[in-house]
């Protein structure tokens, strides 16, 4: 194993993408929760490579710090003017000196790519022992693309670009993946040798082939066996493309494993996403970030959930959640919005139109419909009446209501923080709550009703409503004992 781990991944990613047609550089772009770039590193990873290192030139802030973030103990070469892809390489073998082992390059915007394909060419170059292996494909449409030079009897003998390409050469169908990987010190020293003599007046990494070639060391070109992957992005129409095929590899994966997808063309995962067996996902539902859904949990449909987690046997209906944690057997929605700090424990129901952030919901405890529940603690088996409202903010700071074990909340309370309820307590319906209520009280705030006796026939003489009451009271004459 550690014979097939190489010594480096350079990742190239100084180029500043202008058919992005953004002021984010291009390898920042995201696609299913990552950047290109973060996929870049996570196929260099599938590697475990000794040393990882990022050529980076355009919005080189930007990218250094997505590479510290991602992969802080990666080094950062800066390629001041992007002279090519020969001249990126060279600015790494300049800052580090000779790699000892296998330097393996590929690309910041190629996200498709999978580690597996990155490990099969390495495997394929230490079992032949090339001092460079390239990972080429066959594709329908070569255009724009390095092609793979061949002679007679099919030996690899060098890349041409299509810009220096001849009719005949360009009419190959096998082109250059811009990933290789090389024998270290042969590289150092080949990509001294590299010239600008060609169309574009740039160092071509491609060059090295030839002259390691000429040098007589062995040299291959290798099939990848999904085209697919070698895909570069250069453009938005691009992007969206690997981010659908991207997305269905995913969604493949976690059916295999067991998860059903109802509607795998309005289902988006990104890459962290995990899910348990006999989880269910119904349609128009996205999954971001690290989110996690429990074995047989049901998701959807018409949710986004990001960071958050779904415990065994969940519900989640038309519901949007960040950073929430849903227990297990609990319900959530339809239409629910659960924002950051939410934690909703085991068979708890939150329903329609409630709305909770920084929050915890006890075990069996119900939030059914149309409530605010701001910075609050709820204890377990509690009942919070339809139109509740957590009033946690007082213009200036916000404050935290306590509510005990089965407490009933009565429809349309406002709870006034800062706030405790005991256990057992009571609120009366439409009271507005603003001192702390014991154990087992009942809190009542309202004012009291009163009932101005014939009121519709005084004052709403003719209408309908005087009628209707008329008609009532004198039914309630006739009933009456004579
Ligand atoms: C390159 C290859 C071509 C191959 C194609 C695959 C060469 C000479 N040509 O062509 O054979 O078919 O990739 O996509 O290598 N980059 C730098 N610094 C530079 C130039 C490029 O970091 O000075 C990075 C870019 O950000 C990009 C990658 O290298 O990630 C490829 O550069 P690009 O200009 O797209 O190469 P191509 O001309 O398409
Ligand atoms: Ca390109």
């Given at each position: 194993?550690s014979?097939?781990r ?17 002021r984010?550089?291009k390898m920042?772009?995201?696609l299913?929760g990552?950047?290109?770039?973060g996929?870049?590193?996570a196929?260099?990873?599938h590697?475990q490579?000794?040393r990882?290192i990022v050529v ?5 802030d930007q ?5 510290a ?6 080094l950062?070469?800066?390629q001041e ?5 020969g ?7 300049e800052a580090v000196?000779?790699i000892p082992?296998?330097?393996v390059?590929?690309?910041g ?15 394929a170059?230490?079992a032949?022992g090339?001092a460079?292996t390239v990972?080429?494909a066959?594709v329908?449409d070569p255009s724009?693309?390095?092609?793979i030079v ?5 030996a690899?003998?060098r890349?041409?670009e299509?810009?220096d390409?001849t ?7 096998e ?12 590289l150092?020293?080949?990509i ?11 160092e071509?990494?491609?060059d ?10 062995a040299v291959?070109a290798?099939?990848?066996?999904d085209p ?8 938005r ?6 981010r ?8 493949e994966?976690w ?6 997808i ?10 962290e996403?995990?899910m348990?067996q006999?989880a ?5 539902t ?6 996690v859904i ?9 949710c ?5 987690s779904?415990?065994e046997?969940?519900?989640?209906t ?5 950073q929430a944690?849903i ?9 629910a919005?659960l924002?950051?700090?939410t934690?909703i424990?085991?068979n708890?129901?939150?329903g ?5 952030k920084?929050?915890?919901?006890g ?12 910075d609050?603690?709820?204890g377990?088996?509690?009942n ?11 213009g ?6 306590t509510?005990?074990?089965h407490v009933?909340i009565?429809?349309?309370t406002?709870l006034?923080?800062p ?9 009366a319906?439409g009271?507005?709550?603003t001192?702390?209520v014991?154990?087992g009280a009942?809190?009542i ?21 005087a ?8 039914a309630e004459?006739?009933?009456?004992p004579?």
């Open positions: 194993m014979e097939s190489p010594a480096a991944v350079i990742v190239l990613a100084a180029g500043e993408g202008t058919r992005m047609k953004s984010t550089p920042l772009h995201r299913c990552r950047s290109m770039l996929h870049a590193l196929a260099a990873a590697l490579p000794e990882l980076a030139g355009h919005g080189r990218v250094g710090a997505e590479v973030r991602l992969a802080p103990g990666a950062v070469v800066i003017e992007q002279r090519g892809t001249h990126a390489v060279r600015m790494v073998t000196g000779v082992g296998t330097v390059v590929t690309y915007d190629m996200p498709l790519l999978r580690g597996e394909t990155l490990r099969q060419l390495v495997q170059h230490h032949a090339n460079v990972l080429s066959r329908s724009g693309y390095g092609r061949r002679d007679t009897s099919g690899f003998t890349i041409v299509e810009r390409a009719p005949a050469e360009r009419a190959i169908d082109i250059n993946s811009g990933c290789y990987a090389f024998g270290g010190p042969l150092s020293d080949a001294k040798q590299v010239t600008t003599d060609n169309a574009q007046g740039h071509y990494l491609t090295v082939v030839t002259i390691l070639r000429g040098d007589r060391y291959a290798v099939p990848a066996a697919g992957e070698i895909q570069g992005i250069n453009d129409v691009q992007l969206a493309e690997a659908r095929i991207y997305n269905q590899r995913l969604l994966h059916m295999r494993e067991g998860v059903t109802v509607d795998p063309a309005t289902t988006w995962v990104d890459a996403v995990s348990g006999d269910e996902i119904g349609p128009g996205h999954l971001e970030g690290r989110t429990g074995a047989g949990a049901r998701i959807g449909p018409g986004v959930l990001t960071d958050t779904v415990g046997n969940a519900t989640v038309c519901a949007v959640c960040r944690d227990g297990p057997g609990a319900s959530v929605g339809p239409y919005y924002r950051p700090g934690r424990a085991g708890a129901h939150i329609t139109y409630v709305e909770l920084n929050s915890s919901v075990r069996g405890s119900k939030v059914p419909h149309l409530s605010y529940v701001g609050a603690d709820i377990e088996h509690v919070v009446g339809a139109g509740t409202i957590f009033a946690n903010y007082d200036v700071a916000k404050h935290r209501t509510i005990g074990d009933f009565g429809s349309d406002v006034v923080a706030l405790a309820v005991g256990d057992g307590a009571y609120t319906a009271s507005a709550i001192e702390d014991p154990p009942l809190g705030a309202r004012g009291r009703q009163h009932n101005s006796q014939e009121w519709a026939e005084r004052n709403r003489a003719g209408t309908g409503s009628e209707a009451a008329a008609r009532a009271r004198s004459k006739k009933g009456e004579g």
